[in-house]
């Protein structure tokens, strides 16, 4: 049987694994952190297209128990005038799983729940720093080498281990770095603020300075977030800007609006997080003989499209179903990057091109992100929620 060394524990390493149970190979997946997921506090959507790839694998049950859902989203000025209102994406194409908003951490839970039920091991605090092609007695293996002076060795391995990925530049030394969009998303929970919000609704605010979204959980907590103009902020170091200063800095962004933004953003207690927003355009080269990226070590998109965990999803399901039908790895990676690179590119340049929209304080009706179909046609919303995987 095929062994796949799966670099990353998040989100993409978790379904990666279960994809590749379902295609008849074995995996073990090596995590750089001591336990758990990064970046805790933010929260995310799963839409229908990244929900659907997980029925693929039968594993869509645990995210849909611990989610809520929105129906709608709705588009409010800086003025507090109402510019219209649609469904999201994905809840009119008739499907019984539209998207679901959880925190990050929630969803990295449960996959990895799911994935140890199915008896998928997990290596914590397996930094990777090298690895190596050889030639043996029975083919070609790959040699993966960590922090800790440990060793792993199969049959391919893959790159699952996101926007900083160890496994792009040993790829290729040359791949893009990440770019830092001169945005930083903050997100915040809060049950103290008292302003009308309408049920099952995303409330989208298009600020002169900033860009708020928010919607209210099943049991009336409003969780938000904001798309802020600031520098790249430190990774390496511990967080130096306490919710305080995140609140006061937010809030202030909203001060001039006639909006619920800074009143909700005020009511804000502890429960805040902020970090930078990147994209990479695009990677030339997603693989090896024996190596692969996916998910954001392959195409990071800015979060305005919130599609980075449902491209993950995608990634992984297609990726398995392509080892599980080609000979080799390398052209099982070959029919991968060409089932997935226009359409992902494609998400990428609509992200940013709804990155750029909403920095720029419009107060008219939301226009048309580049990269995306004109509103209206036939394959607006369906280019994106509407794709599905057959397995």
């Known amino acids: 049987m095929t062994k796949a060394l799966i670099i990353g524990g ?4 978790a379904v990666t694994a279960m994809a590749l149970h379902k295609a008849g190979i074995d995996s073990e997946i090596f995590e ?14 799963v839409f229908a297209n990244g929900l659907e790839a997980l029925r693929v694998i039968d594993a869509h049950g645990p995210v849909v128990e611990n989610s809520f859902p929105a129906q709608r989203v709705e588009f409010v000025g800086n003025d507090g005038a109402r510019l219209g209102e649609r469904p999201i ?30 008896g998928i091991a997990v290596r914590h605090g397996k930094r990777l720093v090298g690895a190596e092609t050889v030639d043996g007695a029975d083919g070609r ?31 290729d030394p040359a791949a893009p770095q990440p770019r830092h969009t001169g945005q930083n998303t903050v997100c915040g929970y809060t049950r103290d603020a008292e302003v009308p919000l309408a049920p099952d609704t995303y409330t989208m605010i298009f600020g002169k300075r900033a860009f708020f979204g928010c ?19 430190d990774r390496t170091q511990a967080p130096i ?15 001039d609006d006639d909006t619920p933004a800074a009143a909700i953003v005020r009511a804000t207690g502890e429960g805040i997080i902020a970090s930078s927003a990147y994209d990479i355009a695009t990677t030339p080269t997603w693989y090896t ?38 000979p080799d790895p390398r052209s099982a990676f070959a029919a991968y990057e ?48 509407g794709y599905r995987i057959t397995w």
């Open 10 to 13: 998040g989100i993409a390493g």
């Open 32 to 45: 750089a952190y001591p336990t758990g997921a990064d970046d805790v506090g933010a929260f995310l959507v």
């Open 89 to 118: 994406a994905g809840t009119e194409q008739g499907t019984d799983l539209g998207p679901r908003t959880l925190r990050r951490a929630t969803l990295y839970q449960v996959l990895h729940a799911e994935a140890a039920r199915r």
């Open 141 to 171: 293996r790959v040699v993966a080498s960590f922090a800790d002076g440990s060793r792993a060795e199969g049959d391919l391995l893959i790159g699952a281990d996101g926007l900083h990925s160890v496994t792009r530049t040993l790829i």
């Open 215 to 233: 919607t209210r959980a099943p049991d009336g907590e409003v969780w938000w977030f904001a798309n802020v103009p600031g520098t790249e902020l």
């Open 241 to 255: 800007t306490t919710p305080e200063t995140w609140r006061a800095r937010v809030a202030e962004l909203f001060s």
């Open 289 to 326: 003989d024996t190596m692969v990226v996916l998910g954001d070590a392959a195409h990071a998109a800015a979060p305005n499209a919130a599609q980075g965990a449902s491209m993950a999803i995608e990634d992984s399901v297609v990726l398995a179903k392509c080892l599980r039908d080609h």
């Open 338 to 385: 060409e089932l997935r690179r226009e359409r992902v590119e494609k998400v990428v340049a609509a992200s940013a091109g709804m990155a750029k929209l909403t920095a720029s304080g419009a107060t008219g009706r939301p226009a048309r992100p580049e990269g995306a179909p004109e509103r209206g046609s036939a394959d607006a919303d369906n280019w994106l929620t």
